[in-house]
């Protein structure tokens, strides 16, 4: 099924169920207020949202409305967690190359994650507001799953299994920031500001043979400005899949429903696939001309990231940004 959540019922929205074209929607009135109230009691509310997708998808749900983009709230308008991988290791390799720096051994076999920000999620078509342009504004595309109730040390196989939903997120990264926080030794702070999901987010089942491995195989597409940025495949040249991801959070805490794990930054080896953020775009340039060419994201600037199925048809429905300055 696919889930989404409206704008309106205060911070944490209205859950919707909406349609597999994502033409239609229908409120979960009865079944769960808030994406976050069905998470927390998955095994119980999840079949009675597939019943009402079901019956949403034959035409005979009551209530049904059709779906305006412009409504919508991020499926998770806040969530308790928001931890993010860089299981892309291509990405990993050419950044830190890119500087001088050495991928350490450790990389290859144990996950590099940070705590994101997670108090409040940017609306698919909502602007990403940046207070200077100075600060180097970067998209950065990845795919992100929603777990429920995650116990401390779960091993991969279970962890698996408390994998409920899919989705993308745009993980805004200012990347003049970066090296000085990180300089710090502390990690992330003011470099992340909110990022962006996807309209909706949706089951694993409905995925179908796309969803393997707890990887999904389908390419991630971007586009700056109208023109074609990358289309990396987000099954290829990934260390870690998500069930490697969800246990690492995992391995010294439990993670409450409606934590979210993001795989980080798409990217293949194969750099004719494009890129899904700017600073890996400017590193392949970086290390084949001696500079980067592309700049990074200024005011009035578009993105665009979607996954599309083997119709050319939007799965989680585009996430549409454009940059804004800080109007005070």
């Known amino acids: 099924m696919k889930l989404g959540s409206l704008k309106e019922g205060g911070r944490d929205g209205t859950l919707i169920v909406v349609s597999r074209d994502l033409q239609h929607a229908v409120k979960a009135t009865g079944i769960a207020a808030t994406m976050q109230a069905a998470l927390d009691d998955w095994s119980n509310v999840a079949p009675r949202l597939n019943a009402l997708y079901d019956e949403l998808n034959a035409g005979k749900a009551s209530g049904a409305f059709a779906l305006d983009?412009?409504?919508?709230?991020?499926?998770?308008?806040?969530?308790?967690?928001?931890?993010?991988?860089?299981?892309?290791?291509?990405?990993?390799?050419?950044?830190?190359?890119?500087?001088?720096?050495?991928?350490?051994?450790?990389?290859?076999?144990?996950?590099?994650?940070?705590?994101?920000?997670?108090?409040?999620?940017?609306?698919?078509?909502?602007?990403?507001?940046?207070?200077?342009?100075?600060?180097?504004?970067?998209?950065?595309?990845?795919?992100?799953?929603?777990?429920?109730?995650?116990?401390?040390?779960?091993?991969?196989?279970?962890?698996?299994?408390?994998?409920?939903?899919?989705?993308?997120?745009?993980?805004?990264?200012?990347?003049?920031l970066i090296p000085g926080e990180l300089a710090k030794g502390f990690g992330f702070l003011q470099s992340k500001p909110r990022s962006a999901l996807s309209p909706v987010l949706v089951t694993p089942d409905e995925l179908g043979d796309a969803w393997q491995d707890d990887k999904l195989h389908l390419p991630m597409r971007t586009w700056i400005n109208g023109q074609w940025f990358g289309e990396a495949e987000c099954g290829v040249d990934m260390q870690f899949n998500f069930a490697q991801l969800v246990a690492h959070a995992a391995k010294t805490r439990p993670l409450t429903a409606g934590t979210i794990v993001g795989s980080g930054t798409i990217a293949n080896e194969d750099t004719s696939k494009g890129a899904s953020c700017l600073a890996e775009q400017r590193t392949v340039e970086t290390l084949r001309d001696g500079k980067p060419s592309t700049p990074f994201l200024k005011y009035g600037d578009t993105v665009r990231i979607d996954i599309t199925d083997a119709r050319n048809v939007s799965i989680f429905g585009a996430i549409e940004q454009e940059i804004e300055s800080l109007r005070r």
């Open 69 to 176: 983009m412009t409504a919508l709230a991020s499926p998770l308008p806040r969530a308790y967690e928001f931890v993010d991988g860089s299981a892309y290791l291509p990405h990993v390799e050419r950044v830190r190359r890119a500087r001088g720096a050495e991928v350490p051994e450790s990389f290859y076999v144990d996950p590099l994650m940070y705590q994101a920000t997670s108090a409040g999620f940017l609306g698919p078509r909502d602007p990403v507001v940046v207070p200077s342009e100075d600060y180097g504004i970067d998209l950065e595309a990845e795919v992100v799953v929603v777990t429920d109730d995650v116990p401390m040390a779960a091993t991969p196989a279970q962890a698996s299994t408390h994998i409920q939903l899919v989705g993308l997120v745009n993980d805004v990264s200012l990347r003049g």
